[in-house]
């Protein structure tokens, strides 16, 4: 059966296939491997969209590292492949399927929360990369629940599975990784996530409160996604 990213469904409610957001998720991770020594040479982006992560990546690694962006929707990697290069190149695959290669580093930037099985896809994809980067949005906070906010995100984000950043720490490692690092991301900074007037309302609450309580500020006022770092466990 044909997903909702490969039939188009998708592409209907996100005509940008958030094209812009991927910049800034990008700078996120610029920011996590400055924090960390990692000898990158392979880089994948799993469910890549429109390339734009990698494509804001690739002038912050070394010169001779190829990077790859993997998706099922046709018509994101058509975006995405005029973006190519001699370093990066992009593909309409199956990940887990597509490709048998160890990669140093590999990119789940809001994936696996759109995931049926969730926990079986991730027990499958340790076996890929020595290196990964987990991006997770927060769905689970005290203002999302108090709207029914994740009904609105399955709409149209196509979200499956909600997290807090409890939990998405506690299901990587359930699924047999080591967490080396996380931060929180601060989405509702972004031009996007800017656009409600309730948003704008609560952003100086979400800032105050991130600087001083960041937990309890995001578990009741949401606005922040989590960035992990992780590597396979030797034993599982």
């Not at 409610?13 to 996590?32: F, L, R, S, Y």
């Not at 962006?69 to 290069?85: C, L, M, R, Y």
């Amino acid at each position: 059966m044909s997903t909702i990213y490969e039939t188009g469904d998708y592409l209907e409610t996100n005509p940008d296939w958030h094209d812009e957001d991927g910049a800034w998720k990008a700078e996120q991770i610029v920011k996590m491997l400055q924090r960390h020594d990692l000898d990158l040479n392979t880089v994948a982006d799993v469910g890549c969209g429109t390339g734009r992560v990698l494509q804001t990546l690739e002038p912050h690694l070394p010169d001779t590292a190829m990077l790859y962006g993997f998706d099922v929707a046709p018509a994101a990697i058509a975006i995405a492949q005029t973006h190519e290069t001699p370093h990066l190149a992009f593909e309409t695959a199956d990940f887990l399927t597509g490709s048998s290669e160890v990669f140093d580093l590999v990119l789940l930037m809001d994936v696996f929360e759109h995931v049926p099985d969730y926990l079986g896809f991730l027990e499958n994809l340790r076996l890929h990369g020595r290196n990964f980067m987990f991006h997770i949005p927060l769905d689970m906070n005290m203002l999302h629940v108090m709207m029914d906010h994740q009904t609105k995100s399955r709409a149209l984000a196509g979200h499956l599975h909600y997290f807090s950043k409890s939990s998405a720490l506690l299901t990587l490692e359930h699924a047999g990784y080591e967490i080396v690092d996380w931060v929180y991301t601060p989405v509702y900074k972004t031009a996007k996530a800017r656009r409600s007037v309730l948003k704008r309302i609560i952003e100086g609450p979400r800032a105050i409160g991130g600087m001083l309580f960041p937990d309890f500020a995001v578990r009741l006022l949401g606005g922040s996604s989590v960035l992990a770092l992780a590597r396979p466990k030797l034993t599982h």
